[in-house]
T-cell receptor, first 110, second 111 residues
């Protein structure tokens, strides 16, 4: 079974602070993704990567940065957290077809 | 503009009943369909994919694709309380690795 882990699982941050969400996969997949899910809504793509040391913008990249230092690790960085970034964040990996999701990180910005 | 429209937004069926979910792609370049299921507090998990016209059956789940209308449906036979979840339809093309998710259908199966 493919494995994607995320840390932390939940976080409370202050407005204007820096937040880093981490994702680790053991699937040997080339593709990794960061999505945002707001309560009761679908998944919106923030950033993705198809190779280490390279990232691409998704549909809602503003206010977020991404880093892919290795095939296994993909981070999402909020340099200046804002109230509107309160959401659940999911990381996923794929080898071109099915996407495998992590358990999510619940981020609350106060 | 969203590439995937799902209906209904929510659905309630009795245990043992049939649940039917719908999905339409608005972009003819995206005609490879996926169904994902997300239980409360968990990440989404792929349920099944369908790329060809017609039916695809996996256990109690049957997907039906009509490529001409870019419409796919998911039918859950003999629904169980454990089927209660948020069901996402997703579409992809064969030219890149992006997939686009709909807003989901919340299914509640009542005992």
């Amino acid at each position: 079974e493919a494995a994607v882990t995320q840390s932390p699982r939940s976080k409370v941050a202050v407005t204007g602070g820096k937040v880093t969400l981490s994702c680790h996969q053991t699937n040997n997949h080339d593709y990794m993704y960061w999505y945002r899910q707001d309560t009761g809504h679908g998944l919106r793509l923030i950033h993705y990567s198809y190779v280490a040391d390279s990232t691409e913008k998704g549909d809602i990249p503003d206010g977020y940065k991404a880093s892919r230092p290795s095939q296994e690790n993909f981070s999402l960085i909020l340099e200046l957290a804002s109230l509107s970034q309160t959401a659940v964040y999911f990381c996923a990996s794929s080898d071109r077809d099915e996407q495998y999701f992590g358990p999510g990180t619940r981020l609350t910005v106060l | 503009q969203q590439k995937v429209q799902q209906s209904p937004e929510s659905l309630s069926v009795p245990e043992g009943g049939m649940a039917s979910l719908n999905c339409t792609s608005s972009d003819r370049n995206f005609q490879y369909f996926w169904w994902y299921r997300q239980h409360s507090g968990e990440g989404p998990k792929a349920l099944m994919s369908i790329f060809s016209d017609g039916d695809k059956k996996e256990g109690r789940f049957t997907a039906h694709l009509n490529k001409a209308s870019l419409h796919v449906s998911l039918h859950i036979r003999d629904s169980q309380p454990s089927d209660s979840a948020l069901y996402f339809c997703a579409v992809s093309s064969n030219s890149n690795n992006r997939i686009f998710f709909g807003d989901g259908t919340q299914l509640v199966v009542k005992p």
